[in-house]
């Protein structure tokens, strides 16, 4: 397989694997720019990016690579520069693209560098063009949630203000999002989509080079504002002051505010009162799982805007074996049309197969965060109250550690809700002891002993 080609599958699966807040932060846009030497050189957009993906997020991306390719290969992240991006013309920047910036190129006042919403070619305004409503196919559970969003596009500011849905990974939000920003955007409104973590780092930057004025100005002089993963707000207090104020101000001016949650605001503990109570204060809806046959119309669709002809029961196959959310039938989707056209074979059922055969499987669904924490407990001895305390032993914290590797590796949780599991500990909790598990596994054979033996149990119960 040519490394070209070996980037762009594994970017696929590494939005899957991503929850989308760190995906969208530190991976999107990230573009294959060379191979030499067994090293891979990949481009990113900032040098946060560059810093978080070669020494926070290095094994992850490095062990997609290696399991595609079948070898040991390496990683060098290096910032790069599009070159529409490289050449100052006389447009105006937002403020967390000037920070990406070389300080040299700043020759301008920062006053007249920073964009307004409506621009065409803000990063906020970049929307993926496959996400419309005519793309989107419902099913029963979904179908009220789906009109709402038809109609606060068509009646923006009108209906339901604010607007959110909440729903768990890979169900459609950020579609159902970008649906409505497209929509608005064909009106002639002044459109704002981003993910929240975009706003928090917006607003640092701008507390950094001292523009809050302007980045208020940005934000609340908008028509329509929609916010992906608002929950990674909770727990940011300067984030969550700004976001109130920002919210106050678009709804007393009759501005739309459309949000998307993993969760019903009730359950994010620690969201401030002030904005729970304004969130569900508007329409509040879920999103379900796609059923089966729904799952097989989505596949037809994808292979019919592909030109590829997918036999039925091949599209059965797929469907049956992704059953927990479009993001993952959009990647076993992938992987087996990647392998048609590398091998330039129709689509078959045996073709089909072999082709997911060294995928890795969806997780499964019975594999609960609570049967999780009952296994890791049984096996150390432990109680499940004693790993969600807040009592540190050496033992228990080691228990602790693997419980939410474990719960990261087979469930469909995220690393918010695992820390809310876990006593309502941090993401960056959760995130440091899955990556210190995943490393001490590299040398420790008692402790990849104990979590195949935990694995095992599990697959055990889940089989029952």
Known sequence: MEPQEAW?????????QFDRASFETWLRGAVYLGFSDDTFQIGVRNAYARDMLQHRLYRDVRRVLCDLLGTRVELNFEVYKPPALTTHDTGELPLFRMAAQPSETLSAPLHQQISRPQRADLPECELNPRLTFDRYIANSANRMTYEAALAVAEHPATLYNPFLIHGGVGLGKTHLLQSIAHACQMKGLRVIYIPSEVFTNDLVDAIRQRATAMFREKYRSVDVLLVDDIQFIAGKESTQEEFFHT???????????????????????????????RFEGGLVMDLQPPEFETRVAILHMWAQERGITLPSSVAEMIAERARTNVRELEGVFNQVIATTQFTRRPVTMDMAENALEGYRRPRHHALTMSRVLEATARHYKFSVADLVSPRRT????????VAMYLAREITMASLPQIGEAFGGRSHSTVLHSCNKVADDMEYDELLRQDIEAIQEALNSAAAE
């Open 8 to 16: 762009n599958i594994a970017y696929s699966q590494l939005e899957i």
């Open 247 to 277: 919210f106050n101000a678009l709804y007393t001016y009759n501005k739309q505010v459309v949000l998307a949650s993993d969760r019903h605001p009730s359950k994010l503990s620690t969201l401030e009162d002030r904005l729970r109570s």
């Open 394 to 401: 050496a033992r228990l914290t080691m228990a602790r550690q």
